[in-house]
Structures are given as C-alpha cells and as structure tokens.
T-cell receptor, first 114, second 113 residues
Framework: DAMVIQNPRYQVTQFGKPVTLSCSQT?????MYWYQQKSSQAPKLLFH???????NEADTPDNFQSRRPNTSFCFLDIRSPGLGDAAMYLC?????????????FGAGTRLSVL | AQSVTQLDSQVPVFEEAPVELRCNYS??????LFWYVQYPNQGLQLLLK??????LVKGINGFEAEFNKSQTSFHLRKPSVHISDTAEYFC???????????FGAGTTVTVRA
C-alpha cells in the first residue's frame, strides 16, 4: 500500500497558469519535503515542513509556494509556471529523531508546461 | 556541509554479471548513508541504509553496501544483476545532527541480455 501518495501523476499546464500539486501521507511523519528533479539530475530540495514550520531553501524561486493544512497533506503551488519548471516533482516524508533521517518518497508528479 | 560524489555516471553491465556503484562523501561530522533506486517515471525507493553498527549492510533485491569510514566511501554491490535492475541509483548522505539529505548526481545502470 502506498504510504506517500502524489496526485496527479502527470500534470500539464500552460505557461503562466497557476498549478497545484498534492501530496498525502499515511505514515504520520512530522516532516514533509518537496523536491524538483530535472531529467538525468539528482532531486533538488525546494522546501520542507517540520510540523507546521515552513523551511525554504535559499535558492528556491519565489514562484514556488507550499501549504501544509494538516499532518497528512502538503501542497506545492507554482504561481506562474515557466518552461524551465517542467520537471518531476517528488514529495517525501520523514520522522525526525526516531528513524534517523530515512525519507520515504512518493511516485512523483511529472509536470509539463506548454 | 557534506557533499556526495558518485564516481560513475553510467554503468552498462550484462545480465548475471556483478556490478559495483561507487559513492564517496565528505563531512565533518558523523553521517547516515543511503542508497535509493529510481525506476523510470517513479519516485525514489530506499535500497539500503547505514545508520550504525556493522559496516556491511544488506538491502532489498540482493543489493549490499559497505561503509568504509577511513576512505569515506559507501559503495553499492550486487553479485548478479537482472534486466529489472536497470534504473537510476542515488547515493545520499545525512548528517547525524540534521535531517536533510544530500544526493549524489546519480548512476544510470543499464543491464543488457
């Protein structure tokens, strides 16, 4: 059974049209992460939530936002997608302290920008 | 800060042959080490991890890795690969006093019949 679920698996949007990607988890983990992965590259951390605390990476563009309304759900909002934002977006979760930083990933959402 | 270097970007290998993927890291504090596998259009799946204890760790799908502190390495091995092992493999490191992961650039393994 999937423990970190990302919807949709594939998303097509138009240049400049806002888009939201969603992630849910059944693990009750306190940390949720969003990564951007471009073709043949390593995942790049955009930001993460530690409980309700939002932590943005220094080089994450302002165009990317996130919301975590409760423990189970986290959203990635791209306010005005550009062609360069086409990528795989990965959500991951972890529990700080007990599981020694093991992150569990969803299957990803592949975003295309037309 | 820590960094992770995967020494091979692409590794072609024949079916039933052994494979080794190399990973070196640098860190000023103790670390936890991970190998993840990513199949096409999928997320990352944890293959194995080193947290403490025995330096030889065994993971899923017949993979194993050895932590070598003096050489700051965590190389991944499988004695006999299958076509289904064709995938991207990422080495990742986390400092013991942090919870974020640093990833290597990845190694593409292509298994041929």
């Amino acid at each position: 059974d999937a423990m970190v679920i990302q919807n949709p698996r594939y998303q097509v949007t138009q240049f400049g049209k806002p888009v939201t990607l969603s992630c849910s988890q059944t693990l009750n983990h306190n940390v949720m992460y969003w990564y951007q992965q471009k073709s043949s590259q390593a995942p790049k951390l955009l930001f993460h939530y530690y409980d309700k605390d939002f932590n943005n990476e220094a080089d994450t563009p302002d165009n990317f936002q996130s919301r975590r309304p409760n423990t189970s759900f986290c959203f990635l909002d791209i306010r005005s997608p550009g062609l360069g934002d086409a990528a795989m977006y990965l959500c991951a979760t972890s529990v700080v302290g007990l599981a020694k930083n093991i992150q569990y990933f969803g299957a990803g959402t592949r975003l295309s920008v037309l | 800060a820590q960094s992770v270097t995967q020494l091979d970007s692409q590794v072609p290998v024949f079916e039933e042959a052994p494979v080794e993927l190399r990973c070196n890291y640098s860190s000023s504090v103790s670390v936890y080490l991970f190998w993840y596998v990513q199949y096409p259009n999928q997320g990352l799946q944890l293959l194995l991890k080193y947290l403490s204890g025995s330096t030889l760790v065994k993971g899923i799908n017949g993979f194993e890795a050895e932590f070598n502190k003096s050489q700051t390495s965590f190389h991944l091995r499988k004695p006999s690969v299958h076509i289904s092992d064709t995938a991207e493999y990422f080495c990742a490191v986390s400092r013991s006093n942090d919870y974020k992961l640093s990833f290597g650039a990845g190694t593409t393994v292509t298994v041929r019949a």
